[in-house]
């Protein structure tokens, strides 16, 4: 899990593909069922998701916690990664940094069980978030690197790896890198089917596009895409960056129009900072319309 629907993205229960790998395929003999404790883990793991996804981030720690110590009573390596990897996750949407961090720790520590190379990555990529949050852009970077290295024959994270590494291309000002980054992404993020990493994907294209008519064309696919999928803050981000390229262009009604919708957007989910952010660029566009 590395976000939510009330911030980046909706939490994954992992434990769930896991367990249907149990299934038998073909004409093998049928697996073992899985133990008590086993089956008790993923149920916590699911219920810790729902809680989550409704906000209710509290709840979802005490029972991510349940969870971790079942997984860790029968030393399930990869049940305890992914607890470990959304709790880290709840911290962070929390601002609880230090706790996310050492939720971490023993997924990037070379000692300890032998947890997958995917698992690393997506810590390694959790760490990295922590640090572009707090404005640490070399180690952000080594992060994001090692991340990329752990992905090495492919993972499910490639893709969030490569928006988050044009992200941080961006904010360093390198358009160039940043757009080429964005570019392996959207293809891998497509190849995957993650529709909202596909539409972040679009969203830093638009971002690195050298002429503000370009972007017009990958945020109106990011906002197709973030519709489908219900995700408000999503379409929010796509409203505010059509809006910010029609008023690079001059199309002022346009933009003032997307402003709008962004702000009715941050008003129905009550997302103060949201709204303000659209509030201001109408207040600045209304005061560029009337000149000097």
């Not at 909706?10 to 038998?24: F, S, Y």
């Not at 993972?155 to 390198?174: E, F, H, I, K, P």
């Amino acid at each position: 899990m590395s976000g939510t629907r009330r911030g980046d993205a909706p939490p994954r229960i992992r434990r769930m593909l896991w367990l249907m790998a149990l299934l038998p395929i073909g004409c093998a003999a049928p697996a073992a069922a899985p133990s008590a404790l086993e089956a008790q883990g993923a149920a916590l793991n699911h219920r810790a998701g729902k809680a989550y996804a409704e906000g209710d981030f509290a709840r979802a720690v005490i029972l991510y916690r349940q969870s971790l110590r079942a997984d860790r009573a029968i030393e399930n390596t990869d049940g305890i990664a992914a607890d470990l990897l959304d709790l880290a996750t709840v911290y962070r949407q929390t601002g609880d940094r230090t706790a996310a961090r050492a939720c971490l720790a023993p997924l990037v520590s070379a000692r300890g069980l032998p947890f997958s190379a995917a698992r690393r990555a997506e810590a390694s990529l959790l760490q990295a978030l922590l640090d572009m949050e707090e404005g640490q852009t070399r180690p952000a970077a080594l992060w994001l690197a090692r991340a990329r290295a752990y992905c090495r024959r492919r993972c499910r994270a490639l893709g969030t790896v490569l928006n988050a590494q044009s992200s941080l291309a961006l904010a360093q000002g390198d358009a160039a890198g940043a757009h080429a980054l964005a570019a392996q992404a959207l293809h891998d993020n497509r190849a995957q089917g993650n529709d909202q990493e596909t539409a972040r994907s679009l969203r830093l294209l638009a971002a690195s596009e050298p002429g503000a008519p370009q972007a017009l064309t990958p945020l109106g696919q990011a906002l197709r895409l973030d519709k489908q999928a219900g995700f408000p803050t999503g379409i929010f981000l796509d409203l505010m960056g059509l809006g910010r390229t029609d008023e690079r262009i001059g199309a002022w009604p346009a933009a003032k129009a997307y402003y709008l919708r962004a702000l009715a957007v941050a008003q129905a989910t009550g997302n103060a900072t949201q709204a303000g952010q659209a509030h201001a660029r109408l207040i600045l566009l209304d005061r560029r319309a009337k000149g000097p």
